[in-house]
């Protein structure tokens, strides 16, 4: 059993990074386009949370494809955790109350994708076939 589950761990990886990838992505594509509609409305395209809905949705498009992704990755990482101690972490130190459970589970993610890579279904895998 155990090496069955082992042979299958690179794919998951992908699965990991592809499903974190697209989560992640909506999220910009709120801040962005406003889609799904959200109560807070769109930011302002050069402020920061305008840049923030920039990295969601094309950083997160990027690490969905699996191209550039232990780089784009790291810097998705730090805006993770840059966003949990900025809008979260001054509410409540828990994590429950506070509202900042997707933001620390998006910056351990990518910062797994760093060291791990983007596994087998990416599009970094396939140029590094070349």
Known sequence: MSDTLSAWAPRILSVLRIVAAAVFMVHGSQKLFGVPPSEHGSPELLSFMGLAGILEFFGGALLLVGLFTR????????????????????????????????????????????????????????????
């Not at 993770?80 to 933001?103: E, I, Q, R, T």
């Not at 993610?109 to 760093?114: A, D, E, G, S, T």
Request: hydrophobic letters at 60%; charged letters at 10%; glycine letters at 8%.
């Open 71 to 130: 780089p784009v990755a790291f810097v998705l990482s730090g805006m993770m955790a840059v966003a949990y101690f900025m809008a979260h972490a001054p509410k409540s130190f828990f994590p429950a109350l506070n509202g900042g459970d997707a933001a620390i589970l998006f910056c351990f993610v990518f910062l797994y994708l760093v060291f791990a890579g983007p596994g087998p279904w990416s599009l970094d895998a396939a140029r590094d076939e070349e």
